[in-house]
């Protein structure tokens, strides 16, 4: 009977591994998908690591942090690599937490699931600032703050909708 469980745990464990790395790809495809700004660039990434906070738990915390940090690598953005990993890391870590209060398809879940989002958006934004501010001066990471708040408002408006999207195909 352990032979068995144990055989489920591992197949459990190797599916979650491969969900983050598929969503780590398609993090690093969003961010990817980037419109340049004075200080960097705007990408959909954030969009991709709502959705997989949503539907992995905390452990999106992985595919958020490396396929952003890996979206920063390939840009020639290696200044960022560190700071994105932790920024985004907690960014899919908070969503997942506040998002996996949402039980269902029903106002108070989307609710959950908008709030979620705008806490993880709001910890990119002041995280991005924050360290701006140490590299480039306050002044010039204000200058950004605007460019990640449209980042963050297009996520918030792209992931939401599609969450609940398949959570009504998913409770069907």
């Known amino acids: 009977m352990a032979d068995n469980s144990s055989r ?5 464990n190797l599916r979650v ?3 983050c790395g598929i969503l780590a790809a398609l993090v690093f495809i969003g961010t990817e ?5 004075a200080l960097g660039f705007m990408n959909l990434g954030d969009g991709v ?15 958020a942090a490396i396929g952003s940090a890996l979206g920063d690598l390939i ?3 290696p ?13 899919g870590l908070a969503a997942a937490l506040i998002m996996k209060q949402s039980h269902g398809k029903n106002a108070a879940g989307v609710l959950i699931r908008i709030v979620g989002a705008v806490v993880a958006e709001l910890i990119m934004v002041g995280g991005y600032y924050g360290f701006e ?8 990471a204000m200058g950004a703050v605007v460019f990640n708040l449209i980042q963050a408002g297009v996520a ?12 009504l195909k998913k409770n069907k």
């Open 75 to 77: 840009a020639g953005y």
């Open 17 to 19: 591994i491969a969900e």
């Open 33 to 37: 998908i980037r419109i340049p700004t």
């Open 79 to 91: 200044v960022y690599i560190a700071p994105t990993f932790v920024i985004k890391g907690f960014m």
């Open 156 to 167: 918030v408006i792209l992931a939401v909708p599609l969450t609940y999207m398949i959570t």
């Open 49 to 63: 690591i709502l959705v997989a906070s949503c539907f992995l738990g905390p452990v999106a915390f992985f595919p």
């Open 133 to 140: 501010a140490i590299m480039y001066g306050p002044e010039a």
């Open 8 to 12: 489920t745990n591992k197949r459990s």
